[in-house]
């Protein structure tokens, strides 16, 4: 696979993340929209053509602006993890708190979102380090380097 077909494949994978989860629903229920912000892929293994993988997707934080997801593309003989992806997920017209409040909390509780809690991720290391090193190349630009 060239790493364009990655990134495309991660694109299906989100899709289908929103679509189970509920999540672009959520949004959209709230008059809101979400777009592809950044992205980086650290390729661990070179995947042949017509390999079987599967990628997982995952939540791994989210803020007021943004949802940060995590994609793992891995062989299904040994787990090995193949290839590692980080997305941010823009936010427009929503406030992301309030998305992940409300669907985790219906999700914990059947009566609904008011009786329950939810536990926010602490960030992970690599996840605060990778948003450092967008908003300093943000700054760069803004300050015309």
Request: a neutral charge; hydrophobic letters at 35%.
């Amino acid at each position: 696979m060239n790493n364009a077909k990655y990134l495309r494949e991660l694109d299906f994978a989100r899709a289908d993340f929103y679509q189970r989860t509920g999540l672009y629903q959520a949004i959209q229920e709230k008059g809101g929209a979400v777009l592809q912000g950044s992205s980086t892929i650290r390729y661990r293994k070179f995947i042949r053509l017509f390999s079987v993988y599967h990628i997982t997707s995952k939540i791994i934080y989210w803020d007021t602006s943004s949802i940060y997801m995590e994609h793992r593309f891995i062989s299904p003989g040994d787990n090995f993890v193949l290839a590692i992806g980080l997305c941010k997920q823009r936010l427009l017209n929503v406030d992301g708190e309030e998305i992940m409040r409300d669907l985790l909390s219906a999700e914990k509780s059947p009566s609904g979102p008011e009786s329950a809690g939810y536990t926010k991720p602490e960030i992970p290391l690599d996840l605060m380090r990778w948003m450092e090193s967008n908003e300093i190349s943000s700054a760069n630009l803004r300050n015309g380097c």
